[in-house]
């Protein structure tokens, strides 16, 4: 189980690594609602295409 440091991290990493060549969409979710918006938020400023949302 990864924290949420490690999720940004990660996808940091990756959109880095595919350089635009291939969509990149994030599988979220957290255990409340406010969790999941507020990592939903770092996610998308690292410039994923889409996110994936899990119900909290």
């Given at each position: 189980?990864?924290?949420?440091?490690e999720?940004?991290?990660?996808?940091?990493?990756y959109?880095?690594?595919v350089?635009n060549?291939?969509?990149?969409?994030?599988?979220?979710?957290?255990?409340?609602?406010?969790?999941?918006?507020r990592?939903?938020?770092?996610?998308?400023?690292?410039?994923?295409?889409?996110?994936?949302v899990?119900?909290?």
């Amino acid at each position: 189980m990864l924290n949420e440091q490690e999720k940004v991290a990660i996808t940091e990493t990756y959109v880095d690594e595919v350089n635009n060549r291939t969509p990149v969409v994030a599988h979220i979710g957290k255990i409340s609602t406010r969790e999941t918006i507020r990592l939903g938020r770092q996610i998308a400023k690292l410039g994923v295409d889409a996110v994936s949302v899990i119900t909290p």
